[in-house]
């Protein structure tokens, strides 16, 4: 036990806390980017004109539909080989990772997010016209504050998704948590030690933001509108 703790502390915990930082970098802007993308989506395809909303629905059926693995080789490795005029698109690992994780993540939100919008009584938008609101308004103001309430539960499942799917970004040479946890194991053949390690660090990562989570909930709930508990 003490040889192991001495491993952690000088070989895997300093490395890892490096890790820890890049995956950081990568998650909290693509689950802000993906809600965000999520939420606009979402409401394009409910209340878009039919060509709008038929072109957001062929973007989540697409990236609903291939793997995220595959959405990550074609940002980082095939994105460059297209060439429009002069210009070629090469990003870094670090933006592929972010672009590639927000257009899946924000697939996902809207399936959320276009159900919970789908959820409001249409007696409120009829109310809402009838006080002489414009439809954008009506859907800013009254139906989407209701909608991202029911919505949260399933889109904050799909931020721990996105925390633990973060893990691909090393398949693009994103030296972020898992990346680093590999190259450990590798140059010390200490396999057991290292990704027991490496998910206690994504553990306590989807822990922190489960009360993150808990804690919007309590926060945008409204008296009277919770749900009965058994």
Request: include cysteine; proline fraction near 5%.
């Amino acid at each position: 036990m003490s040889d192991y703790w001495h491993f952690f502390l000088n070989d895997v915990a300093p490395a890892l806390n490096q890790g820890l930082w890049v995956s950081v970098a990568v998650i909290v802007p693509s689950a802000l980017l993906g809600l965000a993308l999520g939420v606009l989506v979402g409401s394009l395809r409910v209340y878009a004109p039919t060509p709008v909303r038929l072109l957001n629905e062929a973007y989540v059926s697409i990236f609903r539909g291939t793997p995220l693995v595959v959405q990550l080789f074609f940002w980082y490795f095939a994105l460059p080989h297209l060439q429009i005029g002069d210009m070629r698109i090469v990003l870094s690992p670090m933006s592929a990772a972010i672009l590639g994780f927000t257009l899946c993540s924000g697939a996902y939100h809207s399936e959320y997010i276009r159900g919970a919008l789908l959820s409001i009584r249409h007696g409120q938008i009829k109310a809402a016209q009838a006080l002489g609101m414009t439809k954008i308004q009506v859907v800013l103001w009254v139906v989407l504050p209701q909608a991202l309430r029911r919505a949260l539960p399933g889109c904050g499942n799909e931020i721990i998704y996105l925390i633990k799917y973060s893990s691909l970004a090393s398949i693009i040479t994103l030296n972020e948590l898992t990346g680093i946890g590999r190259t450990i194991a590798k140059q010390t053949w200490r396999n057991i030690e290292v990704f027991v390690a490496l998910g206690l660090y994504y553990l306590l990562l989807v822990t922190l933001a489960t009360l993150l989570l808990q804690y919007v909930e309590r926060k945008m709930s409204m008296p009277g509108f919770e749900q009965p508990r058994g």
